[in-house]
């Protein structure tokens, strides 16, 4: 029994619930900072309140993939959290703008993200479930392209609605310009019609046909590798040590940063420490009392039984996130202040640069759309892996190309590279990591898959804006050269991944004389 190979136009219906997820992430990302400032935040503390979206995403996503593998009903295996996190969200993008204090904006951005994750974790496990292994590549560059069209949508929204259809980008202090809430309200809307397309217009294999499938792939396999899944047993000895060790750490850290006084960001690293200790004493405690069925202590044992191919990987992730989050965190605040010289919110050429902005962040979004029908070409042409380093250094080239462009109207040329390092970052990691997943643990494992983009985006929200004080002057646009450099490290870490679909799956028969 084999997957049925999906014509041109199944996999857009299945992968169109991404152009509305995008919509959503692309507000975020390209008007949160603006509302923040709005609001009254000093750029120096963006950083902090943006931990919200990656702490997040560190909890809901491997529940909501533990919990995916396991569902099935009248709406299949997935697309259940499709349907429910599209309504959350979209009522998050109604509220945001609206938020008539600081407080209430970051916790909106807490809802939103969760929002978000419960409704995008399942769309990779997804693609995974339902395409042959030979058509993955197309499904996430699929995706891709969903991704930069409705993020293209998404950025380009308030600028739009100022320069085409005259509604003010600018307010009193301390309100969200009509221009950013309309865009919102806007872009709720297309979110829900996007996913619920998905929703309706496709079906899911059901538990019997993925267990079959997976004892096919597995009959591939040499002897030696049919394994239905990474042994996840790790020992109650092993859950303690590590628990007391790491929670010990984080306690010291506590210690240290408030005896020397250190910046209170760092007190989220410290926590971060402690939290993943305290993460394995409660294991323990399950593993002791014979929980083997009990979810959480499943999805600690799965992230210490990770495949090779993961960990790996999950180098290349941080990096190239760290680039990301520092991108999308400081590019409003850098531009603003580097190219149009203003650093107040409620003055015209900050708002006019905040809207360029949002232009910039279409741009490469644009741009990602159109590579993410290179990029298969060029995978093809040489490896997913050396495809992925060729467009994660033209990423950073473009994030380092920036501080030495000093029109802003020539930016664009900067998000050219940012663009295909995008459309790949959202397509060759999960083409690579999908053929090296056990068919039932594919959410679970998508779902961790997601720490090694939270914690670079949690360290960034905490570390960034300590170095741009202490280094750099608390100037901006310096995070876009820290978050070109990532870009480069992760590059030259993509050759130590091992591809599964570049190793042969069986052995040829010796040759006989």
Same mark, same amino acid.
């Given at each position: ?117 419960i409704t995008m974790e399942p769309f990779r496990a997804f693609v995974g ?224 640069? $905040?809207?360029?902005?949002? *232009? +910039?962040? /279409?741009?490469?979004?644009?741009? =990602? &759309? !159109?590579?993410a029908l290179i990029i298969p070409f060029l995978a093809r042409a040489t ?92 100037? $901006?646009?310096?995070?876009? *050269? +820290?978050? /070109?450099?990532?870009?480069?490290? =992760? &590059? !030259? ?21």
């Open positions: 029994m084999t997957k049925a190979r999906l014509n041109l136009f199944q996999i857009w219906n299945m992968c169109f619930g991404f152009f509305g997820i995008q919509i959503g992430f692309g507000l975020q990302n390209a008007n949160v900072s603006r509302i923040f400032q709005t609001l009254g935040a000093d750029v120096n503390d963006l950083a902090i309140l943006w931990i919200a979206a990656p702490a997040t995403g560190l909890l809901i996503q491997p529940i909501i993939g533990h919990f995916s593998d396991k569902t099935w009903g009248r709406l299949g295996r997935r697309r259940p959290y499709f349907f429910w996190g599209a309504i959350l969200t979209s009522a998050a993008l109604l509220v945001m703008p609206n938020a008539p204090v600081l407080w209430i904006a970051a916790a909106t951005l807490w809802v939103m993200d969760a929002s978000i994750n479930d339902q395409l042959p292994e030979e058509q993955r590549t197309t499904g996430y560059a699929m995706q891709s392209f969903f991704i930069g069209t409705g993020a293209v949508l998404a950025s380009a929204l308030p600028w739009m609605l100022t320069n085409w259809f005259n509604v003010a980008n600018t307010a009193a202090p301390g309100h969200v310009p009509d221009a950013v809430r309309i865009a919102f309200y806007t872009g709720g809307a297309g979110l829900l019609l996007a996913v619920m397309w998905t929703v309706f217009t496709t079906r899911e294999y059901s538990p019997e046909q993925v267990e079959a499938f997976e004892a096919q792939r597995l009959a591939a396999l040499p002897v030696e590798d049919r394994v239905a899944a990474p042994l996840a047993d790790r020992p109650v000895r092993a859950l303690l040590t590590g628990g007391v060790v790491w929670a010990v750490a984080g306690a010291i850290g506590v210690a240290l940063i408030l005896a020397l006084k250190l910046e209170k960001e760092l007190y989220v690293l410290a926590a971060l420490v402690a939290g993943f200790g305290l993460c394995q004493l409660v294991a323990a405690g399950f593993k002791r009392k014979g929980g083997a069925q009990n979810g959480f202590l499943e999805v600690v044992e799965d992230l210490f039984a990770m495949p090779a191919t993961m960990k790996q990987l999950a180098v290349v992730q941080f990096f190239s996130w760290f680039g990301l989050f520092a991108m999308w965190i400081y590019t409003t605040a850098a531009v603003t202040a580097f190219h149009y010289h203003a650093s107040d919110p409620t003055s015209a050429a900050y708002n006019a640069g $905040a809207d360029w902005v949002g *232009v +910039l962040f /279409a741009a490469y979004n644009g741009v =990602a &759309a !159109i590579a490896s997913r892996k050396t495809s992925h380093a060729i467009n994660l250094v033209l990423g950073g080239l473009g994030l380092l190309s920036i501080p030495f462009i000093k029109d802003p109207s020539l930016l664009w040329i900067s998000m050219i590279g940012v663009g295909f390092a995008w459309s790949s970052i959202l397509s060759a990691p999960y083409s690579i990591l999908a053929g090296a997943l056990p068919a039932r643990k594919m959410g679970v494992y998508m779902g961790i898959f997601n720490f090694f983009i939270v914690i670079p985006q949690l360290l960034a929200a905490t570390v960034l804006g300590l170095l741009l004080k202490t280094f750099f002057g608390g100037q $901006a646009i310096y995070a876009l *050269v +820290l978050g /070109a450099g990532a870009f480069f490290i =992760a &590059a !030259i870490s993509v050759f130590a991944v091992t591809d599964p679909d570049e190793v042969p799956k069986t052995l040829p028969a010796p040759a006989r004389a």
